[in-house]
């Protein structure tokens, strides 16, 4: 057997010693995960360290950098998240059905761990513990492959994670690393078939592209985010502007943020002005089609790659659609299925939009930047995923579940 | 573009048409699909009667040629299941959370239909209108892809669907038709990723693996059903042969059937002389372990590679193990994921039976042909998923369905 293909069924079989951990002991075992972390952060410092000194060496950039570096407040976030994962409720076991039939045979649906997650992730090492603390909790065991820019990082936090399982008696095994350096362990981790239930790919393009490929795992894919604002005509000016500003400007370089505004062209003299003052006073460039820059000399012309175009920066696409049927033709030709918003004051094309749209997360009147496993509820995230089947959007601990028939009878039998 | 892929844009284009349709307008169509079977089946069966006539001239044997095989009454049965269909409730636009924040933003989670899905099969021509039916229903369309054998009645069939579609003024494009005869229009529909949603694959273990192989589209596989019973020491003996009668002489062609018996070692000495007199009264070729061989003299010996076997016929494996932890450790090896029964009278036996298998569907004191869409509520079944994915065990209405995040705000931002 390969290394990878050992580290899969060795995570195999601890799922199962795993799979009925009562929730006492799991939260047990990720508190002390937590307070491990916040011990052990000198060592995980120096290990970043050495991360840092060889992206340094191969002159890595500063936004890189700046996801690569973990410092004191950083582990303690890091520690703090594990927390906030113990005290969500626990989702294996929970009962989605459960009726009788006439002749006595009782119907469950019952929640159950997927079993083992293999997680695929670049520069951020905070995922191999964020995704080890939701996967665990969810009584799932989990093969990391993080970035090689954060190896040292995330063994040293891997080691942290399976250290305090193997003390609180839970499998140690629960928690593998994948060597990384070379794409031929992820095009190997993703065809197990036989030990890996599920595949989350989250970074580039180019990865998810690649992960796509190759997998023959069932994969949920954390892609591109290509969010839309359609101002809609009699839209309240303020409030059309408040989104936008949240959308672009409170964090551009998330995937739920606005890469693209869409204004009525029946009511675009009255709102496109002053909502690109807005985003132009914010230090935002825009990228207008020609009946924008009419509106607005300030903004550049965009060129046809601009639309559909993540910019993951302080730069938006600006388009005049006519009216909703224009706005819901782009979005679906441009949209990638994150999150899609509509501000308006009219009910029916409220609606319109709530249906029409296919996308994970549709807004009336509310920003895009809700797209969050937090804001929504879910309590943490490990991703959103932007395909449907299984799970769509924000994905908390319920996303890494599955369920179980379970009859019980006294000896019935089908007539 | 490929005549398939034409095919699924199509059936893309129809698909946001059906979204919304209303149950009402659903129901009237199918409705008029099952009067417009009844009322055209002199085409269906002389479309059937060309598939049959050509399959004989290749040599078909006699239980290919009987599934592939239409009669009045079977057609009428079809119309009949359309109608079935019809009366289930309309899973789109069920709430699945519903909740508002402390800022007033309002967070649904709404069932959507998934859009396009693909259905592969084989010989019989029924799962041409089943298909269609609940596709449509949960507003989806769909695009088929049979067995060439079938290919007469299965193209008369869908333009029934097709037919009665427009009449009732849904799009006619929501039922594709793809041409049978080679694997390369498999292979093309199962790349189509743009425009398809779903691939449901039904069939024998080749087309499964060819369509797993190439896929770049989500699978649900409705792969092989290898179901043990495990009879426990101390079981209520009439019970155990009702189970194992049930299980393997019913219907021994179908997924769900009986394809080893387990026997724990502790009592088999009083539970499998009976039991397996009552199998080979009923016909059943019994190949037991050495154990097995030495209580049942009639038994012939099992090979190697009768366990994990699918016969779908009457023959069934027979083993006697080492208690329940004999059984599980069988089951883990050499089950497939599908429904797995114990016979018991040990309360915590039972427990381990139901939370240490790992399979779609686990009875206890219950017949495995239980593990049927019908028979655990359903209403009908499109499929009995053996992977954990979107969906496990039978599927109903709920599995050809996603969901979208809708929030409603009056311009709330994130903080």
Redesign the interface.
Known sequence: MSDVATLCARARAAS?AL??VPRASKDAALLAVAAGLRARSAEILAANAEDLARARERGTSGALLDRLRLDEPRVRQIAGAVEQVAALADPVGGVL?D?T?ADG?R?RRVRVP??VIAMIYEARPNVTVDASALCLKAGNAVVLRGGSEAARSNAALAAVVADELARASLPRDAVQVVPAGSHDTVRELVQQ?STV??VIPRGGEALIQFV??HA?V?VIAHARGVCHLYVDAGA?L??AI??A??GKL?RPGVCNALECLLVDVADAERLLPPLAKALMDGGCELRGCDRTRALVPGARAAGDDDWGREFLDRVLAVRVVDGIDGALAHV?RYGSGHTEAICTRDAVR?ERW???I??????????T????GG???LGAEIGIAT????W???MGLEALT?????????????G
Do not use: Y
């Open positions: 199962h799979a009925n059905d009726h039939r045979l119907v997927l079993g078939s239930d599920l796509r490929e023959r069932p309240d303020g409030m408040g989104l500003k949240n409170q679906a409220a709530r249906t029409e296919d996308a994970a997360c549709v807004t009336v009147n509310a920003s930047r809700f797209h969050d804001e929504l509820g395909s449907k089947l299984h769509r959007g924000a599955t369920f179980q028939w379970r009859l019980d009878g006294d000896g019935q039998i089908r």
